[in-house]
Nanobody, 124 residues
């Protein structure tokens, strides 16, 4: 299973970015997908997750600004980021785990597969 994250860039505060995560391997419909981020000197932290059935959960600081989605026909997951803030600056990673559970996975160790990360930089 391979994951490829893309869509990062340099934007100003208040702008929007859309990240994509392309997957290959097992049937995508069985994956729970997650987005995490890691800023310099900090631990990797949970951003958002979407279950196999479309249920979603968000970290409190991004709720209402970020939207996670998936397209099972294209084997893709997305993270739409609006109203970006300088504190959103980080490398963003997509992750996947094969499961039919409805449990929302918010810890990096709960995911099996990881993409390479894409840099998001928000200037003030």
């Amino acid at each position: 299973v391979q994951l490829q994250a893309s869509g990062g860039g340099l934007v100003q505060a208040g702008d929007s970015l859309s990240l994509s995560c392309a997957t290959s391997g097992r049937p995508f419909g069985r994956y729970a997908m997650g987005w995490f981020r890691q800023a310099p000197g900090k631990e990797r932290e949970f951003v958002a997750t979407i279950n196999w059935n479309g249920g979603t959960s968000y970290e409190a600081s991004v709720k209402g600004r970020f939207t996670i989605s998936r397209d099972n026909t294209k084997n893709m997951a997305y993270l739409q980021m609006n109203s970006l803030k300088p504190e959103d600056t980080a490398v963003y990673y997509c992750a996947a785990v094969v499961t039919y559970s409805d449990y929302y996975r918010t810890i990096p160790g709960q995911y099996t597969y990881w993409g390479q990360g894409t840099q998001v930089t928000v200037s003030s």
